[in-house]
């Protein structure tokens, strides 16, 4: 029998108690993105006592993740480490009780559904819209619940799907592709906490069968006070909740092409990107150059070439996963 | 689309080379296994496509030419067949990583291997060859066309320096069968690595060695064949030996239509097109500011290949620009082939920009091209 003793402060609460503890070290959960919401969710439900957590994240950790991701320090981001294992490495010594299971790897349709099939709920700790809607795609599939969460600038939005009801493709029809990132516009700390922490009490609340679990999609602008939350209708017509898994059954995945030449990938993109505004937008955060043919960034440790139909060479990057992680942070998904 | 990638693969095919593959995939049948009628169909074909290439490389035994996987699987069957601890081997530095990395994985078993200086526009002479040889030089390895600089190597001089001092002579032909003359006789070509999918005009998938009558190479796949099933040991004969396991024999029945062409079209008439070609190219380049050729330089000798840079665009970029607003397909980076670019001074730089035309290329495919490039240097940031 596991010493729960470590989660008294936890399973004194009415909701939980000792039952309720209990649940949550038998309860399995996937993680998809180890940035700024992935590992404050991480964090608290290690230290919640769940009994299992997925770390899945491509990327390594970079002194301006730091601002955010609240697991990493500024060895990890001297050493490059994988946050996967940052982040793993920092929670065993949190929680050594539970089963950390790093994973260093794009999440993609190869893959999302050995990465899901086990787990009991799947956190959205992404970035961009391919990755949500394949989270989508996969979860309804295999009736899986999954916590939705969006951070940007300081909005953010928060909604629980579960594997009745509306999903993903429900609410957002189609990629909003604003081009806007963290990169380029920034986010602060306070808005992805408050974003994540309402995605693990969400999965607590899943995992425990809560009445409580808000299905509402929840929004709020922290600089501007403004907090609401509406309801969102099952569409009828939606292809994924009629079983047409899109982006799960993509033919091709963007698998980025290795240049032959020194440390660069050609991203394919997913069709034109405005290039004046996306330029105009990076202007604020490193070199810019563009022309007819071409838009050169260099800054924040990053570079590439951004051409207008979609496509970026992204360059002095070690593996195809962290050329895609600079496409989606500077470009966008 | 205009295909500038022809050293990759080349595109388009003749019609009659997908009508044969298309033939050879819907007629079902494992060639060499059985002696039903669709078993029989794919035979004839492999049996067809095999004595097509003999013939177009002047080979009189046609067993002796096996098919691989491609021209590295070629490659390594050669290099890793015939040579042991203590052998020495020559290269030119223009070789594909083809040829440089089971070389490289042969110095474990004390195989040495060394470059010997080459000229990036006029290739490897047979004087330098002969300076390095060593009582233990075991091969001589070259590419007969480079596929970075388009550079030609006298085949002919180094065969007869190979034959005098008993040298094994193994030629790479991926960027040259087809489009360059080969006689395995009069050349003294012991070894013939070829890909279906180049100059031959067949689909990838398949690629074939030449190997000299009296040559024994160490068989690197061993199975079933189709034949001598009660043995237990892989069988002695040619082309047994070295074909274990099914074959594939859509990529061969259309490397059988794709000879077929290039024969009928004549291989100098094909390299004469493509030199041409690549000398108008060249002309054109020489006039757009900024834009750097590397290689051999324009004439007769040179092949369809050609090496580009355009001051301030990287050749990544560069192939991308071509690509997304122009509709040209180029190739950019080190090729496969480090060693080159080193010669050329372009390692460091991200190698170059490649454009390599093929049969089916036209002289106005090269201007639209010329046009692009122009467009690229002079908007250049």
Known sequence: ????????????????????????????????????????????????????????????????????????????????????????????????????????????????????????????????????????????????????????????????????????????????????????????????GVVASLQAADTLKILLNSPSLDRRYRTFDLWNNVFDAIEVAQNPDCPCCNGDYTHLNASAVDVPVSLCGRDAYQVAGRGAVDSDALAQRLRGIGNVKLNAFMLVFEGGGAGFTLFPDGRAIVKNVKSADAALSVYAEYIGG | MIYLDNAATTHPKPESVYAAADTAARGGGNAGRGAHSLSRAASNAVDDARNRVARLFGVSDYRRVVFTLNTTDALNLAIKGALSDGNHVLISSLEHNSVVRPLEAMRKLGVEYERVPTSPSDGVSADDVRKLLRPNTKMLAVTHISNVT??????????????????????????????????????????????????????????????????????????????????????????????????????????????????????????????????????????????????????????????LNIENVAPTDAAAILDGSFDIAARAGLHCAPDAHSALGTLESGGTLRLSVGAFNTDSDIDACLTAIDAIASGAI
């Open chain 1, 1 to 192: 029998m596991t010493d729960l003793s470590r989660y008294a402060r936890q399973s004194v609460f009415n909701k939980i108690g000792a039952d309720g503890q209990r649940k949550l070290a038998q309860s399995r959960v996937a993680i998809v993105g180890m940035g700024a919401l992935g590992t404050v969710a991480a964090s608290e439900l290690a230290r919640a006592g769940v009994g299992f957590l997925r770390l899945i994240d491509r990327d390594y950790v970079e002194l301006t993740n730091l601002q955010r991701q609240m697991l990493f320090d500024e060895a990890d981001a001297a050493d490059g480490t994988p946050k996967a294992i940052a982040a793993a490495e920092h929670l065993r010594k949190i929680n050594s009780a539970i089963i950390l299971e790093p994973v260093v790897s794009d999440f993609n349709a190869r893959n999302a559904e050995t990465l899901t099939r086990d787990v009991d709920v799947v956190i959205d700790g992404t970035d961009n819209a391919a990755a949500r809607y394949l989270i989508n795609d996969v979860c309804r599939k295999l009736a899986k619940p999954w916590v939705y969460g969006g951070a940007l600038g300081s909005v953010g939005a928060v909604m629980t799907f579960l594997p009745d009801g509306a999903c993903f493709r429900c609410l957002f029809p189609d990629a909003q592709s604003g081009g806007e990132s963290c990169a380029t516009v920034g986010v602060l700390n306070m808005l992805t």
């Open chain 2, 150 to 307: 388009g550079a030609r190597n006298p085949i002919a001089e180094l065969g007869a320096l190979c034959r005098e001092r008993s040298v094994l002579f193994l030629l790479d032909a991926a960027q040259s069968a087809g489009s360059a003359a080969i006689d395995v006789d009069a050349m003294n070509v012991d070894l013939l690595a070829f890909p279906a999918h180049k100059g031959l005009y067949g689909l990838q998938g398949a690629g074939g060695l030449y190997i000299r009558d009296g040559i024994d190479l160490a068989p690197q796949r061993h199975g079933g064949t189709g034949s001598h099933s009660e043995l237990r040991a892989q069988p002695d004969e040619l082309p047994d030996r070295y074909e274990s396991g099914t074959m594939n024999v859509p990529s061969l029945a259309s490397l059988a239509a794709g000879v077929e062409y290039v024969a009928r079209r004549g291989v100098e008439n094909i390299g004469a097109h493509e030199t041409a070609l690549a000398n108008r190219l060249i002309d054109g380049l020489t006039q757009v500011r900024g834009v750097t050729v590397y290689g051999a330089k324009q004439g007769a000798n040179r092949s369809g290949v050609v090496s």
